[in-house]
Nanobody
Framework: QVQLVESGGGLVQSGGSLRLSCAAS????????MGWYRQAPGKQRELVAD???????NYADSVKGRFTISRDNARNTVWMQMNSLKPEDTAVYYC???????????????WGQGTQVTVSS
């Protein structure tokens, strides 16, 4: 089994910053992509940013230039620095990781429990 533990959400004023962290642990052989998704009330879950094990990154257009994703492969940890936050960034943020467990030959997506980010205007 694999667990993803998130931290770093909270309440911040518009223009402020937050840093989210997500650490994966358990029966891990390797991890392909790690990323962050978000879901606002009444909306579908959407990709915010992800990063491959080689460091290749991908961002939603709405966060380009404001958010930065990074990871430490040895620690199975991903971070997302969020700057210049806007009220429309308010959502529950979920960590996601494509994990290959020891003894398996394929990757399986795992999700964190979610962390609330609220940006006040």
């Amino acid at each position: 089994q694999v667990q993803l533990v998130e931290s770093g959400g909270g309440l911040v004023q518009s223009g402020g910053s937050l840093r989210l962290s997500c650490a994966a642990s358990g029966n891990i052989f390797n991890i392909n992509a790690m990323g962050w998704y978000r879901q606002a009330p009444g909306k579908q879950r959407e990709l915010v940013a992800d990063i491959l094990s080689d460091g290749t990154t991908n961002y939603a257009d709405s966060v380009k230039g404001r958010f930065t994703i990074s990871r430490d492969n040895a620690r199975n940890t991903v971070w997302m620095q969020m700057n210049s936050l806007k009220p429309e960034d308010t959502a529950v943020y979920y960590c996601n990781a494509d994990v290959r467990e020891i003894g398996l030959g394929f990757h399986v997506p795992y999700w964190g429990q979610g962390t609330q980010v609220t940006v006040s205007s």
